[in-house]
C-alpha cells in the first residue's frame, strides 16, 4: 500500500497542494503507454465459460510477469481468483507458442523471445452468482474485473485496459460503467482500477433511464420474468438519487448504472459510477423484501461518494495480491447504512414508522450480539477479512457487524451533534466536511475523521466529542441510547407483544435431525451445558420433529422450566434450562405519545425531505 502523505488542515492547504503538483508529480504516463486489449467471448454459454484474449505490449522486455487478482475491493476477503483460470496459452504476433510458467498462485511469467506484443488466451468458468464473481449462462453475463482479467505487474497501472465484448447471436446489449470505445460494445477503462472498478454485463435486459440534475441513470434488470415491478423500481430509485445527490451537492460522475440482478440472496457491491444488486425473487412480492431493496440501492449509490471519493486512506491505490487493512469500515460501511434507510425516509420511498423500524432493527441486532462486548467497531473494520468474512459457529460471542455497529454510532453521533451545537449542526455537515476535505487523490485516516467531528462539534466540545469518540469506537463499552431518544422526542420501548421466550441457540436440519449449530454466550442454553453439534431429541419426554424446535418453544413463556434430551457422540443425556427473556424485546424506537414543540421540530428536521 502507498504510505500516506502528511496531512495539512491549515488555509494554506490549497497553496501547498498546488505548489506540490506544479514541481513534483511527474507528467501522467497514460498515453505514453500502450493499452492491453481484450476480447472476450461466450462459445458455448451453457459450460459457463467466457474466453478472454489479450494482446498485452511487452515493451522489448525479454519476460513479462502477468497477475489475477485476489480479492475484490468493497468485499474483504482472498478469493483466489486464479483457481477458475483455465487453459493459459500465450503466442507471439505470428501464433509461436511462447513459454508460460506459473510463478506464484496468481502469476504467470511468459518469455516473449523479443516480440513487441503477447498474445494471451485463456477461460474462466463463471458460473457464481454474486455481486463480485462471474455469472455466464444463456441468459446474461456479468463480468467482474478482478475475476476476469489477468493484467501486468506493475504498479501502480496507469495503463489503459480495452475491452471488446463478442455477443452471442441472441444477445442485444451490454452495459459498463466504463467509458465506450471505437466499435459496438467495446469499452476502454484509462487504468487496471477501473478495469476492476467497472463490471460487464450483457443480454437482454429490461432498461428503465431516469436523470437526475441532467446527468442519465439506468435501472438494468435481469430476470425480471414477469415478478418485478421496473418502472416502479425506477420510479424510487430517481427519488432516492435526487436526495442523495442533493445532500452531497454534486454528482461526481456523468451516468450511472444500477446492475440488477433478480434471483440470488440481496447482495450488493458498489462502483464509481455503477453497482451490482441482487434480490431474492421471493422478496420482490413483499413490501420488506422491496424496502431491503431499496435500502440496499440507496446504500451503494451513497457509496459513490462515501467509499469509492471519500475513503480511508488505506483504500486505495489497492493492492489486489494482498489484503488491505483500515479500522474505518464502521464509516464506510456503516455510516453509510445509517443514511441509506435515513435517506429513504427523507425521500417518502419509505415512511416515518417504516424507518424507525429499520433503525430499531439495527439497535436490536446490535444489543443481541454478545460480541459487541468482545470487539470494538475499529477492530471489527481491520479484521474483516478473518472475521466478518469468515464467520463461524462461535462468531455471534465474539464479534459483531461493523455495518451495524457503524449504522448505530451514526444514529447516536448524529444527535449528539445536533444537541450540542443546540440544533445548528448535525452529522450531515461532518460529511460534506469530509468530502469536502478528502474526496481528491488522498484519503483520511481515523484521526483526521475525529479532527473532522470535533470541528462540526464547536471547539467548547471538541475535547468531550473525542472522548466519546474514543470510547464508542476504540472500546466495547455498551452505547446510551438516552441523549437520542430525547433529542428526536422518540422512546424505546417493548412491543406490545409480550417477550418472546429464549433459548438462546440456533439449530439446523440435518437429515431429519435437530443439530444445535450455535450457541449465544451468557444464554440459558448456554448456562445449561448445551453445545454445537448436538442433536436435540426431545422436549420434555415428547419427540421433537426436525425443523420444530422455535415453534414448540414459542408456546412456553420465559421463565418455564424445560428438560431438553439432548445426545452427543451417541451419549443422550437430560438438560435441565430455564427459558429467558428474548434481549432483542424491547429495543423499539417509536414516536413518544408527548412531544414538546422543540422534539417534533427536531423530528421534522432530521427527517426532512
Ligand atoms: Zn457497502
Known sequence: MKSRALRVFAPSWSFVLFVSSWFFVPPVLAQSLEPIRYTVSFPALHTHYVEIEASIP????????????????????????????????????????????????????????????VWLRYRVYAHEMSVRTNWVDEEFAL???????????????????????????????????????????TYVAPDYDTL??????????????????????????????????????????????????????EIPFERYYFFNVIGAPVNGLEHRNSTVMNIPREATGTRAGYLDWLSLASHEYFHAWNAKRLRPVELGPFDYENEAYTKSLWFVEGVTDYYADLILARTGVATRDEYLGALSAQIRRLQATPGRLEQSAELASYDA?????????????????????????????????????????????????????????N????????????????????????????????TTRELDYTEAVEWFGLRMTPPPEAPRPWLGLAARTDNQRTIVSEVRRGSPASAAGVSVGDEITAIDGEALPAGQLTARIGTLTPGT????????????????IMLGTDPGHGWALSVAPVQTPEQRRRLEEWLRR
Open 385 to 441: 477479512w478473518i472475521k466478518y468474512y469468515r464467520p463461524d459457529e462461535n462468531s455471534t460471542n465474539t464479534s459483531i457487524s461493523y455495518y451495524v455497529k457503524g449504522a448505530v454510532v451514526g444514529f447516536v453521533l448524529d444527535a449528539k451533534l445536533r444537541r450540542m451545537t443546540a440544533g445548528a449542526n448535525s452529522l450531515d455537515d461532518v460529511m460534506r466536511l469530509m468530502y469536502a476535505r478528502f474526496s481528491g487523490e
Open 143 to 185: 463480468l467482474n474485473g478482478a475475476p476476469t482479467f489477468v493484467t501486468l505487474v506493475e504498479s501502480p497501472s496507469r495503463r489503459a485496459h480495452e475491452v471488446r465484448v463478442q455477443l452471442p447471436r441472441s444477445w442485444s446489449r451490454s452495459f459498463s460503467g466504463m467509458p465506450s470505445g471505437i466499435g459496438e460494445h
Open 196 to 249: 476492476v472498478d467497472s463490471p460487464i454485463l450483457a443480454g437482454n435486459p429490461a432498461v428503465y433511464e431516469f436523470r437526475v440534475s441532467g446527468k442519465p441513470h439506468y435501472l438494468v434488470d435481469f430476470r425480471e420474468r414477469g415478478v418485478w415491478n421496473g418502472p416502479q423500481a425506477a420510479q424510487d430509485l430517481a427519488k432516492i438519487a435526487e436526495a442523495t445527490a442533493r445532500f452531497w451537492g
Open 443 to 474: 484519503g483520511f485516516t481515523s484521526e483526521d475523521f475525529r479532527a473532522g467531528v470535533a470541528s462540526v462539534a464547536g471547539s467548547v466540545h471538541a475535547q468531550e466529542i473525542r472522548g466519546w469518540l474514543g470510547s464508542v469506537l476504540e
Open 58 to 117: 511487452t515493451h522489448g522486455r525479454p519476460q513479462i510477469d502477468l497477475m489475477m487478482a485476489v480479492w475484490t475491493p468493497g468485499s474483504y476477503l482472498v478469493r483466489e481468483y486464479a483457481r477458475h483460470v483455465e487453459a493459459l496459452r500465450a503466442a507471439d504476433p505470428a501464433r509461436v507458442p511462447l513459454r508460460i510458467e506459473k510463478t506464484r498462485k496468481n502469476r504467470w511469467r511468459v518469455a516473449t523471445n523479443g516480440a513487441a506484443t
Open 561 to 576: 422450566r424445560i428438560t431438553v434430551a439432548t445426545s452427543r457422540e451417541d451419549v443422550v443425556r437430560p438438560v435441565e
